[in-house]
């Protein structure tokens, strides 16, 4: 019944050494989102895909790149992990419209040694 | 800058009181509000959206929206120690459809 899914769970990577984090849904939405949220802050939005259409936030490091292959799924590449990296990553979908629900994934804890 | 206000608690509340969470946000054309909630290390959920003025209710919840004031509220009803946890108060963003502006949230906490 899961309808975003997101692989690992829990991820611990060495400081520079690339990781990519994955999320799959079943919802068939058009918008895909990866957010990063660090302890007691709200979800920060690194860039979502309307279908295919990328869009980067203003303030997302060059660190961090997306991959969007099908609807189905979205890939989170953190080219040289920081310290300042480790958080909790979110994946989100929703359908088109702004009245639409967002759905979470249940998000991978990434750590960095 | 659009921004999405919360008190970040913790808001404490006896088991059986009516909790009260409020969240303001500064783009007045704002039109889709939503109310996630979240456990500590898991992944918001949706608990209500509401999208014109006045209150709708959810069992236990109601959400509560006055654009004139720009604020929108959470009531919970005979708060349950499970019902300890962040919410997030979400707004969309008038300028991308799709994107919310996350409030940093306010922490509940219910005490047996």
């Known amino acids: 019944d899961a309808m975003v899914i997101q692989n690992p769970r829990y991820q611990v990577t060495q400081f520079g050494k690339p990781v990519t984090l994955s999320c799959s849904q079943t919802?068939?939405?058009?918008?895909m989102y990866w957010y990063q949220q660090k302890s007691s802050q709200a979800p920060k939005l690194l860039f979502h895909?309307?279908?295919?259409?990328?869009?980067n936030e203003a303030d997302t490091p060059d660190n961090f790149q997306s991959r969007r292959p099908n609807t189905s799924f979205c890939f989170l590449d953190i080219r040289s992990p920081g310290l300042g990296d480790a958080a909790m990553y979110l994946c989100?979908?929703?359908?088109?419209?702004?009245?639409?629900?967002?759905?979470f994934g249940p998000g991978t804890r990434l750590t960095v040694l | 800058q659009k921004e999405v206000e919360q008190n970040s608690g913790p808001l404490s509340v006896p088991e059986g009181a009516i909790a009260s969470l409020n969240c303001t946000y500064s783009?007045?054309?704002?039109?889709?509000f939503f109310w996630y909630r979240q456990y500590s290390g898991k992944s918001p959920e949706l608990i209500m959206s509401?999208?014109?003025?006045g209150d709708k209710e959810d069992g236990r919840f109601t959400a509560q929206l006055n654009k004139a004031s720009q604020y929108v509220s959470l009531l919970i009803r005979d708060s349950q120690p499970s019902d300890s946890a962040t919410y997030l108060c979400?707004?969309?963003?008038?300028?991308?459809?799709?994107?919310?502006?996350f409030g940093s949230g306010t922490r509940l906490l219910v005490r047996p």
């Open positions: 989100a979908t929703r359908r088109q419209y702004s009245t639409d629900t967002q759905y």
């Open positions: 919802l068939n939405h058009n918008v």
């Open positions: 895909y309307y279908d295919k259409d990328f869009n």
């Open positions: 783009d007045r054309v704002s039109q889709s």
């Open positions: 509401i999208y014109s003025n």
């Open positions: 979400a707004v969309n963003d008038r300028d991308s459809s799709y994107k919310l502006i």
